[in-house]
Structure formats: structure tokens, C-alpha cells
């Protein structure tokens, strides 16, 4: 049973940084991709970065370019999103997610497995 766990989501100010961490166990990731997905109050759940497990090809939303660092250590089975610069719009519950094969999509339908989100809010 695949299990994705997020941390490291708080408040911060407008500029400054923080690092989500995504613990994931159950099975072999290797030939899994891996996204962040993010959703504020009243909005749909959008798109952030995403990367493959095996060779860490990644894919970013265009709000995001930049400023934001999706990566992974295969020892510790664990992908990060560092997060810098960040804005009171970057202001959301931030999920992880997990999908079969290494094709990076940029929608949620295309994930199979996510955890269960850290709030992460940047005051102005």
C-alpha cells in the first residue's frame, strides 16, 4: 500500500523560503513519477512540479519557474519542494503525489496516489 506523507509546511513571510518533504513507502518507486499539486480556499487543485524517480526529469508550472526546486533522495524515498521567493499567492494546502510510469503530467487525474496535504501560508 503505497503511503505518501508530507511535512514541513508553516508560515512565512513574503520572500522568504521554506522545504516540504514527501516520505513515500509501500513499493518501489523507480519507474513512478512524483508531483506537487497545490489548492487554495475556493480554487481548484492546481499544478506545481513534478519529476521522475529514476532519472529526475522534471516539469514546472510557469508560476512556479524560478522559484521553486522539486527533488529527490533515493535513499531516504523522500522528493522536496523547495519553495523560495514565495508570495502571499503561493498561500495553499500542498499535496504529494505519486502515478505509475514516467511520462510527467501536469493534471491531478493523471496521479494515483496522494497524501494527505501541509498548509503552507506567506503573509504579505
Known amino acids: 500500500q503505497v503511503q505518501l506523507v508530507e511535512s514541513g509546511g508553516g508560515l512565512v513571510q513574503a520572500g522568504g523560503s521554506l522545504r516540504l518533504s514527501c516520505a513515500a513507502s509501500?513499493?518501489?518507486?523507480?519507474?513512478?513519477?512524483m508531483g506537487w499539486f497545490r489548492q487554495a480556499p475556493g480554487k481548484e487543485r492546481a499544478f506545481v512540479a513534478a519529476?521522475?524517480?529514476?532519472?529526475?526529469?522534471?516539469y514546472y508550472a510557469d508560476s512556479v519557474k524560478g522559484r521553486f526546486t522539486i527533488s529527490r533522495d533515493n535513499a531516504k524515498n523522500t522528493v522536496y519542494l523547495q519553495m523560495n521567493s514565495l508570495k502571499p499567492e503561493d498561500t495553499a494546502v500542498y499535496y504529494c503525489?505519486?502515478?505509475?510510469?514516467?511520462?510527467?503530467?501536469?493534471?491531478?487525474?493523471?496521479?494515483?496516489?496522494w497524501g494527505q496535504g501541509t498548509q503552507v501560508t506567506v503573509s504579505s
Open positions: 503525489a505519486a502515478k505509475r510510469g514516467m511520462i510527467l503530467y501536469g493534471t491531478p487525474d493523471r496521479y494515483n496516489y
Open positions: 509501500g513499493r518501489t518507486f523507480s519507474s513512478y513519477a
Open positions: 519529476l521522475t524517480w529514476s532519472d529526475s526529469s522534471t
